[in-house]
């Protein structure tokens, strides 16, 4: 719950002091991070493979990200992109502290836990002076968007792969969110797609690959606790 709280305010306060273009360079890191960290407690190891995968990634997604982007990334919100940083590496650490409960406890157990005491970590002042009578429909429907497809979604999906994949399958295919942004940006009519942006996509979708076939097909088989 801690990493999950200091993720969300790092990057809230960090894109608040930069551009999007550094957010999304900067969160290009993460799967890089939680590589090295898996490596660091032993839950992970370096090999030829992985290596080019993640590079290959890499590169692919920075070339996608800066050539939509129509501008070079400002480098003067050195502040900005700092706290970003450390919001990738509080999520990075996040993945791989939480596997062996991942293996243990079912999504939602985790999350039943999680949410509740994020939020009295962060505090349910300002939720209860909310005069929720007031708050019109459209933006009723807003937050409970935000608080299920961008939230607890991605987060339910997450903790499920953990039981079955290592925290580095996980986060590699963090390098696609570029590519999907750009392919729906292109079918409405929002972007173009470019030789070199489809090229990077190729890129992307090729280190993907080689980090998924450089585990052995033997998905660990999660041990359920009580709920």
Do not use: C
């Not at 890191?29 to 030829?48: A, E, H, Q």
């Not at 501008?71 to 919001?87: H, R, T, Y």
């Amino acid at each position: 719950a801690l990493m999950g709280i200091a993720k969300k305010l790092f990057l809230m306060v960090g894109i608040q002091h930069t551009s999007p273009i550094d957010a999304s360079i900067i969160a290009t890191l993460g799967p890089i991070l939680v590589l090295v960290i898996s490596v660091m407690f032993l839950v992970d190891r370096f090999t030829p493979m992985k290596v080019l995968g993640m590079a290959l990634g890499l590169a692919g997604a920075l070339v996608v990200i800066l050539s939509g982007s129509g501008m070079q990334a400002p480098s003067d919100k050195l502040g900005g992109d700092a706290v970003v940083l450390l919001a990738i590496v509080a999520s990075s650490f996040s993945m791989v502290w939480l596997k062996e409960l991942i293996m243990r406890y079912k999504p939602v157990t985790l999350l039943r836990w999680i949410y509740p005491v994020a939020a009295v970590m962060i505090g349910l002042g300002p939720l209860l002076r909310t005069d929720f009578s007031a708050m019109p429909a459209h933006v009723a429907w807003i937050v409970a968007y935000v608080a299920v497809v961008p939230t607890f979604g991605p987060n339910y999906l997450l903790i499920y792969s953990l039981h079955y994949v290592k925290p580095t399958i996980s986060s590699i295919y963090f390098y696609l969110e570029p590519v999907i942004a750009t392919a729906i940006s292109v079918a409405m009519h929002m972007d173009t797609l470019s030789w070199d942006r489809a090229l990077a996509s190729l890129a992307v979708f090729a280190g993907v690959l080689l980090v998924v076939l450089s585990y052995k097909n033997h998905p660990s088989t999660p041990r359920h606790a009580g709920e």
